[in-house]
């Protein structure tokens, strides 16, 4: 099955810096890799996703590039703002299953004035 | 849309007590999974369904635990009797089709559940 590792655990930003978190996956056949934002008292909410067929993706402040040879993905948020503040989690899809993600441990993202 | 529905936002029970746990996944929605995180392991995934039809519960923690989908619009995940170690936030996700195509999991605000 797939096994997703997501570093680091934790990042602390200032306001106006670039974060960036990465994950490993280890099925190759995965082709599908979201990530999600959790703020406090909330579920999980997609912010970008990437298909295995392109390199990069981006969304305003938000890009998610991909390396299929390494078999990592990171995501990349450029001028940090507080409400960036939260917990990230990258995931995967397991290619022996129809439905199920298989998610990482999560990156708490602090983000200070 | 509401976006996907899960009710109770709180639950506190005391160990032995059954607790039942709902959601109203988005409508249209073939897929429905229930997760559960915690600090220690993070977001498992204990079952998810397809067409109301379970299809995978290899996550479920033990018999204890037994989820249902009598239709469309509803599911329920029970767990009978609860523990201590139970306690946990408990999410619901909805998505339109199959995640091995690459398709958005729709998360409910969750139930945080306290086992005394």
């Known amino acids: 099955g797939e096994n997703v590792e997501q570093h680091p655990s934790t990042l602390s930003v200032q306001e106006g810096d670039s974060a960036v978190i990465k994950c490993t996956y280890s099925?190759?056949?995965?082709?599908?890799f979201p990530w999600y934002k959790q703020e406090l008292g909330k579920g999980p909410q997609l912010i970008i996703d990437?298909?295995?067929?392109?390199g990069e993706k981006k969304d305003q402040r938000i890009a998610v590039t991909l390396n299929k040879t390494a078999k990592h993905f990171s995501l990349h948020i450029t001028e940090t703002q507080p409400e960036d503040s939260a917990v990230y989690f990258c995931?995967?899809?397991?290619?022996?299953?129809?439905?199920?993600?298989?998610f990482g441990a999560g990156t708490q993202v602090v983000v200070t004035p | 849309d509401a976006g996907v529905i899960q009710s109770p936002r709180h639950e506190v029970t005391e160990m032995g007590q059954e607790v039942t746990l709902r959601c109203k996944p988005i409508?249209?929605?073939?897929?429905l999974f229930w997760y559960r995180q915690t600090m220690m392991r993070g977001l498992e995934l204990l079952i998810y369904f397809n067409n109301n039809v379970p299809i995978d519960d290899s996550g479920m923690p033990e018999d204890r635990f037994s989820a249902k989908m009598p239709n469309a619009s509803f599911s329920t995940l029970k767990i009978q009797p609860s523990e201590p170690r139970d306690s946990a936030v408990y999410f619901c996700a909805s998505s339109p089709h199959a995640q091995r195509v690459g398709d958005t999991q729709y998360f409910g605000p969750g139930t945080r559940l306290t086992v005394l």
């Open positions: 990437i298909r295995s067929n392109v």
């Open positions: 995931a995967a899809p397991l290619t022996d299953s129809w439905g199920k993600l298989q």
């Open positions: 409508s249209g929605h073939d897929y």
């Open positions: 099925d190759s056949a995965s082709n599908y």
